[in-house]
């Protein structure tokens, strides 16, 4: 080649003669991560209607709660009402919650319960109103004729799927000129479309909330699917509710409590801690006090990735798309993110009408959220 005597800063100026330096990889700096549908993993089964339903049962409930404040003698009244008479049967052994006392169901007349007062030797305590009755057990006589059959009937739980799309559009001469870093600017946007519908799938598996009038959609009514937020109900505790420890920042004693809630009034197999990250700061500081390093220590960790208590393991999950004054504590065997069947997330090519090739990336999903009960969450804890 011809000696020229121009510099390397002066070369180019008007001619390609030096190769450009651009990096093959593009950065990408917004947050795309889909922890909790990771956690959750595939489904083994896809929904096959727009409206997605399951059953849901459960056992006879062995719990009620007194409904009475007209004790002329609250140490030895015999009779009082309860909330669910249906839920007593003569010779039921029942105890008030944080009694000594034992008592005998003789009658039930409606919601009226008859009752002996202090049965096998305990001391008769005072009743009150709204005071939770634990039912023992029934105790049968001998050669008596069957009982009365009882029985729960089992409830159909529904939630309707959420059409995700993206458009792509990419004119001929952008699909014929060299890109850099990519070799493809058509598979490149798909690429981008699709981390952003995932992102947001996650985000409305969480937040998500139907419409209050015609949830299957319309041509004016766009469907749209229950989050696991608006899905829950019995165990919604809130800083400030009765019985609740005291304070907003999230503590051990307050992440308790809810597990202990669940665990009493279900089955359910918490595994799953979802917070945002203010409240992972709150975690990780569970056990900062008792942490401890030797002199050639040069790692300080501050994280907890697996909460451990006496009401199950929980993997805890950090995403961005929690409500930061929330921790959801979840049972993932109950949970599934279903795609309506051939409708997982796809690429559907569009008839052109000009210069230009564009397409559709599609997706439709629904949440399965089993017995709500076994789930919980916690809401207005401290931010800042």
């Not at 002996?116 to 709204?130: C, I, K, S």
């Amino acid at each position: 080649m011809a000696f020229t005597g121009k510099a390397t800063y002066s070369a180019g100026t008007t001619l390609p003669e030096l190769a450009e330096d651009v990096s093959d990889v593009i950065g990408l700096i917004s947050p795309y991560e889909t922890h909790l549908l990771d956690a959750l993993g595939d489904p083994m089964r896809e929904a096959r209607s727009t409206r997605h339903e399951w059953l849901e049962d459960e056992l006879l409930a062995n719990k009620d709660a007194v409904n009475d404040s007209t004790f002329s003698n609250p140490a030895s009244d015999t009779d009082f009402v309860v909330d669910n008479g249906s839920r007593f049967r003569i010779g039921d052994q029942i105890q008030i919650e944080g009694s000594e006392e034992l008592m005998l169901v003789t009658n039930v007349s409606t919601n009226t319960l008859t009752v002996v007062r202090g049965y096998a030797g305990t001391t008769p305590e005072n009743l009150a109103d709204n005071k939770v009755i634990n039912i023992l057990g029934n105790a049968a006589l001998e050669g008596d004729d069957q009982p009365t059959a009882r029985f729960t009937n089992r409830s159909r739980c529904s939630n309707y799927t959420q059409i995700f799309t993206a458009s792509i559009k990419i004119s001929g001469t952008d699909m014929a000129a060299s890109q850099l870093s990519l070799a493809d600017e058509l598979d490149f946007q798909k690429q981008e479309r699709l981390r952003e519908l995932i992102r947001d799938l996650e985000n409305t598996v969480i937040n998500g909330g139907q419409p209050s009038g015609n949830p299957e959609g319309s041509g004016d009514v766009r469907r749209s699917m229950k989050g696991i937020i608006q899905n829950l109900s019995s165990n919604v505790v809130h800083t400030g509710d009765s019985g609740f420890p005291s304070g907003t920042e999230l503590d051990e004693e307050k992440l308790n409590y809810v597990l202990r809630k669940i665990w009493e009034n279900s089955n359910g197999n918490v595994n799953l801690i979802v917070v945002g990250g203010f409240q992972k700061r709150k975690i990780n500081a569970f056990c900062a006090d008792s942490r401890s390093y030797g002199a050639n220590d040069t790692t300080f960790t501050n994280m907890v990735g697996i909460y451990e208590s006496d009401f199950g393991v929980c993997r805890i999950v950090t995403t961005r798309w929690m409500p930061q004054d929330a921790v959801l504590l979840l049972d993932s065997s109950r949970i599934n993110v279903l795609p309506l069947a051939g409708r997982s997330f796809h690429y559907k090519p569009l008839a052109s009408s000009g210069d230009y090739e564009c397409g559709e990336l599609i997706g439709e999903y629904t949440l399965e959220l089993k017995n709500e009960a076994a789930h919980g969450i916690i809401r207005d804890l401290s931010i800042s």
